[in-house]
């Protein structure tokens, strides 16, 4: 078995993960965000994807809909504790990258612009908390 | 800023992204770092220096009896526009491809304290989970 660290070299019993933590509405924690207001991440057949609403001049700005990768905490564990995804706007690009910490997502942002504006490719770290109905 | 500019959000109008200090500040980056955890069976070390514009970083993940070193790769950093103790930092972000497994980093400094985040996807059909992982370290040089 390959591994590049020693935590990958375990056996694995199937890919399939209980994603249960993550569907849901995801509130940024910070009123005053210039980023990611909301999030809305649905199941479908067992498959997750992510809705973005993020803070514009004049209201929210809905990113739309794009899957979801998921993730574990460990190479054997079997329930989903993370995901990454992506947004091509065309003039830069989105990287997401979420884990969940005691009950709070903890989103990593990563946007890359592509349209020679000069404008600085930048990291944003946000907290969410799971709506509750 | 204009607001002829493409946009999804106002952060992506916040003029500090015109300012070349926005992706200054990297000394905090750059050395050589050792895991907090000495029991760890992820990365143990990680080496990060300037090369131009770029950033190269070397990773070691933790071995049987020694350190597996992973191939080294270069990246661009990324500004942050949150402010830690008065100061802007910046992350980096790069992936590692083994053929059997991608990692998916980044990195940031957080009070002195290098974080790693990994997300290791598996592309042998080993039937291992997807998972992520945050490591913490300190500076050793």
């Known amino acids: 078995m390959q591994?590049?660290?020693?935590?990958?070299?375990?056996?694995?019993?199937?890919?399939?993960?209980?994603?249960?933590?993550?569907?849901?509405?995801?509130?940024?924690?910070?009123?005053?965000?210039?980023?990611?207001?909301?999030?809305?991440?649905?199941?479908?057949?067992?498959?997750?994807?992510?809705?973005?609403?993020?803070?514009?001049?004049?209201?929210?700005?809905?990113?739309?809909?794009?899957?979801?990768?998921?993730?574990?905490?460990?190479?054997?564990?079997?329930?989903?504790?993370?995901?990454?995804?992506?947004?091509?706007?065309?003039?830069?690009?989105?990287?997401?990258?979420?884990?969940?910490?005691?009950?709070?997502?903890?989103?990593?942002?990563?946007?890359?612009?592509?349209?020679?504006?000069?404008?600085?490719?930048?990291?944003?770290?946000?907290?969410?908390?799971?709506?509750?109905? | 800023m204009s607001s002829e500019l493409g946009f999804k959000q106002t952060g992506h109008l916040d003029s500090a992204l015109l300012d070349p200090a926005a992706a200054s500040n990297v000394e905090k980056l750059l050395g050589r770092w050792a895991n907090t955890n000495r029991e760890t069976g992820g990365i143990a070390e990680c080496e990060i220096q300037r090369d131009g514009d770029q950033f190269r970083i070397e990773i070691f993940g933790a071995g049987e009896n020694e350190l597996i070193p992973w191939p080294p790769v270069r990246t661009k950093a990324l500004a942050n526009l949150e402010e830690e103790a008065g100061q802007r930092t910046i992350a980096l972000a790069a992936t590692f491809e083994f053929g059997f497994m991608k990692s998916e980093i980044y990195i940031r400094v957080n009070k002195g304290v290098l974080v790693i985040v990994l997300y290791n996807t598996f592309q042998d059909d080993s039937g291992r989970s997807n998972y992520l992982n945050r490591e913490f370290f300190y500076r050793t040089k």
């Open chain 1, 3 to 133: 591994f590049a660290q020693l935590s990958d070299r375990v056996d694995g019993n199937g890919s399939v993960l209980d994603v249960h933590a993550l569907p849901g509405v995801w509130i940024n924690s910070n009123p005053n965000t210039t980023g990611i207001a909301r999030m809305v991440m649905s199941e479908s057949d067992g498959k997750l994807s992510l809705q973005v609403f993020a803070v514009g001049p004049e209201g929210l700005i809905d990113w739309g809909s794009t899957s979801v990768k998921v993730f574990a905490g460990l190479p054997t564990s079997k329930v989903g504790a993370g995901f990454t995804c992506n947004f091509d706007f065309g003039f830069a690009e989105a990287e997401l990258q979420g884990m969940i910490m005691k009950g709070l997502l903890v989103l990593a942002q990563f946007h890359r612009f592509k349209d020679n504006s000069n404008r600085a490719d930048f990291f944003v770290r946000e907290y969410f908390a799971l709506e509750h109905d």
